[in-house]
């Protein structure tokens, strides 16, 4: 498992230089976009083409290779093998079967954008690509309201807009993104707003809706108490609603913390029945 440049070609390790040039096949997710990292560096070796498409299928030859003795390298296009990219089943395959799988560390596109982030302190949780579809990527950024550490996305350029609206909606404007275009190539640029600004930035320039995304979200702080106005608004709900439905719909309405939100209903639950 060898990782690769994310751009710039001076980020292959010597470790990585070393085995690319002595193993028997290379498995590439595109062998036209591989072929120019070795020409780069004068390795002549046998690539075989491994993508999202072809996984399972091009997992025979090479087991086939590898009962034979003969030494395997996996790359993709760009970073860590199965890491949002193809790999994770060829190496399920591969462990099955009994051969030995080793990482060759190197250039990995989450965290090198968690690094200039400023939110790893508290961890972080990668995430990587949400659902193409609006409905089910609200449903799953919802489900991560409450997280307590940074997230960590991979997003596409036809998509940033609509995810960064989505992030938006679901956790509100005071919280801060990283986002990192382009990381390691020529246009490359990273930057931190708060979500309520992140629709202005990309707006003030077309270019900016280009090329590859990392996006880094701050986790959620833990929150002392409920304003004046969450209370409000729990209190109503509650009664008319059942417990869980009216702490889910008083964070929709309020963006407070469904946790905080569900435990105080509790407390006003048991008030009312003592």
């Avoid at 409905?135 to 550490?149: I, S």
Wanted: hydrophobic share 55%; glycine share 8%.
């Amino acid at each position: 498992m060898v990782a690769t440049p994310l751009g710039n070609l001076h980020d292959i390790t010597l470790r990585a230089l070393a085995v690319l040039g002595a193993v028997d096949v290379v498995a590439a997710e595109d062998t036209r976009h591989s072929q120019r990292l070795l020409d780069a560096y004068g390795l002549k070796v046998r690539m075989v083409a491994v993508h999202q498409h072809n996984e399972q299928a091009a997992a025979g030859p090479l087991l086939e290779l590898l009962a034979a003795g003969r030494q395997v390298a996996l790359i993709t296009d760009a970073g860590t093998p199965a890491v949002s990219d193809p790999g994770a089943r060829l190496v399920a395959r591969v462990r099955a079967a009994g051969h030995p799988v080793v990482p060759l560390p190197g250039p990995c596109a989450a965290v090198a954008a968690l690094s200039v982030s400023g939110f790893a302190e508290g961890g972080f949780r990668f995430v990587g690509f949400l659902p193409a579809r609006p409905g089910a990527r609200v449903a799953a950024l919802a489900a991560l309201r409450d997280e307590a550490a940074a997230l960590v996305f991979y997003e596409a350029p036809h998509r940033i807009v609509e995810c960064v609206a989505d992030l938006l909606a679901v956790f509100g404007g005071a919280r801060e993104l990283l986002i990192a275009r382009e990381l390691t190539k020529l246009h490359e640029q990273t930057v931190r707003l708060p979500l309520a600004e992140v629709g202005v930035w990309f707006a003030a320039d077309p270019n900016r809706v280009r090329g590859e995304f990392v996006l880094v979200l701050a986790g959620a702080q833990a929150e002392a108490g409920l304003s004046a106005e969450a209370e409000r608004v729990l209190g109503l709900l509650l009664a008319e609603l059942p417990l869980k439905s009216a702490a889910r719909l008083a964070a929709e309405i309020t963006g407070a913390g469904r946790k905080l939100l569900y435990a105080r209903a509790l407390e006003i639950r048991g008030e009312e029945d003592a």
